[in-house]
């Protein structure tokens, strides 16, 4: 296990951070629950692209779970302003379309990954450890 993800070693200076923008209150509540257990700090949740603004101008997060289909703002549209917001940050886009073409809009616009829902949840908790890790070995 990494160790800024196990919670074991972490302190608060030092621990993997993530925010969770999904317009599904169930599918942030997921999240959360595997996060949290993988010992990632939370710091903040959102249902709008908006509100993932508001969340990363007053955090840095070291992940961004973030929606693609949102009311208003697509996830996709809203990469940008959160890159710039926070440029280390991993954003790994959510969504049931499949679709070549929002999957290659979403890496062009500066997605990290990307993971289709509904979640297999094992599969997502091998997604957040690899993630932990590559950001504890400063990896892209």
């Given at each position: 296990l990494s160790p800024r993800?196990?919670?074991?070693?972490?302190t608060m200076e030092d621990a993997i951070t993530a925010i969770?923008?999904?317009?599904?209150?169930?599918?942030?509540?997921?999240?959360?629950?595997?996060l949290t257990e993988?010992?990632?700090?939370?710091?903040?949740?959102?249902?709008?692209?908006?509100?993932?603004?508001?969340?990363?101008?007053?955090?840095?997060?070291?992940?961004?779970?973030?929606?693609?289909?949102m009311p208003g703002i697509s996830g996709i549209d809203v990469i940008p302003a959160l890159h710039e917001l926070s440029p280390m940050a991993k954003i790994i886009m959510l969504t049931s379309v499949s679709e070549r073409d929002t999957v290659l809009k979403a890496h062009e616009?500066?997605?990290h990954n990307y993971l289709l829902k509904p979640f297999d949840v094992n599969n997502l908790k091998r997604q957040i450890q690899k993630l932990c890790t590559q950001i504890e070995e400063g990896k892209p």
């Amino acid at each position: 296990l990494s160790p800024r993800c196990s919670g074991a070693t972490a302190t608060m200076e030092d621990a993997i951070t993530a925010i969770v923008v999904d317009d599904s209150t169930a599918v942030r509540r997921i999240l959360i629950k595997l996060l949290t257990e993988a010992g990632v700090t939370l710091q903040g949740e959102a249902g709008t692209a908006e509100a993932a603004v508001d969340l990363c101008k007053e955090n840095t997060p070291d992940l961004i779970f973030l929606d693609v289909m949102m009311p208003g703002i697509s996830g996709i549209d809203v990469i940008p302003a959160l890159h710039e917001l926070s440029p280390m940050a991993k954003i790994i886009m959510l969504t049931s379309v499949s679709e070549r073409d929002t999957v290659l809009k979403a890496h062009e616009a500066g997605a990290h990954n990307y993971l289709l829902k509904p979640f297999d949840v094992n599969n997502l908790k091998r997604q957040i450890q690899k993630l932990c890790t590559q950001i504890e070995e400063g990896k892209p």
